[in-house]
């Protein structure tokens, strides 16, 4: 058994499905179209042109969607068959297997049990040469015993027999509590025959559609891009429609973004009417934040040493509350009337937001559809939208 595939077996399977989805589409909106034409409101030119528009702009996220998809659907799906491929190759069938009147039995085949809830296990039958009966055993030994069918109309244990006709097994099914009798075919030619059909017709698919509907990897990555640009532009308009409502927001943009030379000028300024004076900035340190040491000299000598800190401190605060720079944690210290200290410069916007006691607003990239496209996509839809077209 071959559950493993070549890579361009899960190809065609999801192109199929894709060609499928775009078909079926395209039929929804020519439906749609010819609902529109009813109305007598609009010309029919502008009734071509919403059906227009609306196919194109269905058609293009949905090749784009299917082609962004396609890749981890196919290695999902090839792992998927490959554990089953391992499991059936690798499984080891039981040995000396013994039937009940006390024959070795034969070893006839092996299939694999994957229910959803219950763990992938590999199945192996034998059949006795002497009394012909049949055994099915797990690969650990463990033997299998097969629920019996239940009525399909009191759903009480039925009684079942089977029998095979040529290429069909005939399933009967007989209901001891309520009489119920119920006959099922398996016709193997039938589904044959069906099976050949579906891949004809999946086959013909491929060759007339895929080049239309199916992206190539230019095509689809250039639709990836458009879709990231979209998606970042949708989330960047959000996160700045929501830091417009915000009073944090509201309220760091109010903030007096002062240069250093700025800061030198209103902070001398202001301490030289409280009598400190020859204010010094050093040379600053580039980081995150431009942080600035400081000097200044206290010309009142009245004042105590731990007035004199306590002073500076509030009148340094007071002065910067209002803008883009703060006295740094550690506050200044005292030494023979020079005070000293350091100031912290903020440049970034969230930076401005946490400064006012606000939390900084992120929006998440996600994966939703963008619900607008721009109308200047065109496809050409041929002959399936010649009426459409001419009606235009």
């Known amino acids: 058994m071959d559950y493993l595939k070549d890579y361009s077996y899960y190809s065609d399977v999801y192109d199929i499905f894709t060609i499928k989805d775009c078909l079926q589409t395209i039929e929804f909106w020519q439906k749609k179209y010819d609902e529109l034409k009813k109305d007598q409101k609009h010309s029919k030119q502008d009734k071509w042109r919403v059906a227009k528009i609306g196919l194109d702009l269905n058609l293009y996220t949905l090749k784009g969607d299917r082609y962004e998809r396609k890749k981890q659907f196919i290695e999902v799906l090839r792992e998927k068959d490959r554990i089953k491929q391992d499991k059936y190759d690798n499984s080891s069938e039981p040995k000396s297997v013994l039937c009940e ?3 070795l039995m034969v070893f006839q085949d092996r299939t694999l049990l994957d229910f959803q809830d219950e763990p992938l296990r590999a199945l192996f039958f034998f059949e006795c040469t002497s009394c012909g009966k049949r055994k099915g055993l797990y690969d650990n030994g463990e033997p299998y015993v097969s629920k019996p069918p239940l009525c399909s109309k009191c759903k009480s244990t039925t009684s079942e027999k089977i029998k095979k006709e040529g290429n069909k097994l005939i399933f009967n099914y007989n209901c001891p509590s309520c009489g119920f009798f119920e006959e099922v075919v398996d016709d193997f030619d039938t589904k ?8 004809a017709e999946n086959k013909d698919l491929l060759a007339k559609y895929r080049s239309e509907f199916c992206l190539s990897e230019k095509e689809g990555e250039e639709y990836v891009c458009t879709m990231n640009q979209h998606k970042r532009f949708a989330n960047e308009l959000n996160e700045q429609g929501q830091k417009q409502k915000d009073l944090y927001y509201q309220k760091a943009n109010k903030l007096k973004k002062l240069s250093v030379a700025d800061l030198e000028k209103l902070l001398a300024k202001t301490l030289e009417k409280e009598k400190y ?3 010094s900035l050093n040379k600053p340190e580039m980081g995150k934040f431009v942080i600035i040491s400081f000097t200044v000299q206290d010309a009142d000598s009245s004042r105590s040493e731990a007035v ?4 500076l401190k ?9 803008t883009n720079w703060r006295l740094m944690s550690e506050g200044v210290y005292y030494r023979l009337g020079i005070l000293s200290g350091r100031l912290k410069g ?4 969230d930076d401005f937001v946490e400064l006012v006691g606000g939390k900084v607003i992120k929006v998440e990239s996600n994966n939703n559809k963008i619900a607008s496209i721009p109308f200047s996509f ?3 839809l041929k002959k399936r939208s010649k009426e459409v077209s001419s009606e235009g």
């Open 101 to 103: 009147c006390g024959e």
């Open 378 to 380: 065109e496809f050409d």
């Open 308 to 311: 004199s800190e306590d002073k």
């Open 346 to 349: 903020y440049e970034r916007e």
């Open 314 to 322: 509030k009148l340094i605060k007071n002065t910067l509350e209002n």
């Open 192 to 199: 044959n025959t069906e099976l050949e059909k579906e891949e």
């Open 277 to 279: 004076l020859k204010l």
